[in-house]
């Protein structure tokens, strides 16, 4: 997938499209060194309308004068592009991502405020519980004895949050 732009904007994205398992190419005149990572080719030149060329994702996280030429080369492809901050020059929109211990909560303005998205996300994530992997052992492990065992997916919400009280039961 293609990454353009190498400032803070592009940095923050990184993370997320290497978590996701992007292959990524980062194109940009000045590349933050937060940047240079493993799975990460690093072009420092201006973006070209080829380098969109057997991509799959294109994001744009670079002035608008740029964005708006990614846009019209991934267009062009019938690619999709988000451009980060920049509604006007993308076709799809990302929200915020909050991943912690195999979970992932998601929250999207469909563009309009990506700012609000992302203190949005601060948010839930200050209210997640500090123990999620405690969390998610004791929801894999319920899940398991639960189809075995042919348990209804109706009976079973009501049931996990027992499993859950048990956790802060046994701290007691």
Do not use: C
């Not at 991934?74 to 912690?100: C, I, K, M, Q, T």
């Not at 994530?125 to 004895?145: F, G, K, S, V």
């Not at 209804?152 to 802060?168: A, D, G, K, S, T």
Request: no cysteine; charged share 25%.
């Amino acid at each position: 997938m293609l990454l353009v732009g190498g400032g803070t904007v592009a940095a923050a994205k990184l993370d997320g499209l290497l978590a996701a398992g992007a292959l990524v190419t980062v194109v940009a005149p000045d590349i933050r060194p937060e940047l240079q990572q493993a799975g990460v080719v690093l072009q420092r030149r201006p973006f070209d309308d080829g380098d969109v060329d057997g991509m799959w994702w294109v994001v744009a996280a670079a002035p608008p004068e740029v964005n708006r030429r990614v846009q019209a080369a991934a267009e062009a492809r019938r690619l999709f592009v988000n451009a980060v901050d920049d509604p006007a020059h993308a076709s799809a929109y990302l929200g915020g991502v909050v991943r912690r211990d195999d979970v992932a909560v998601a929250i999207s303005t469909g563009g309009r405020a990506p700012a609000l998205a992302g203190l949005l996300r601060e948010a839930i994530d200050t209210l997640l519980p500090a123990d999620l992997d405690a969390w998610m052992a004791a929801a894999d492990t319920a899940r398991q004895h639960w189809k075995q065992q042919g348990v209804p997916m109706e009976h079973r919400r009501p049931r996990l949050l027992q499993v859950l009280n048990e956790i802060y039961d046994k701290k007691k």
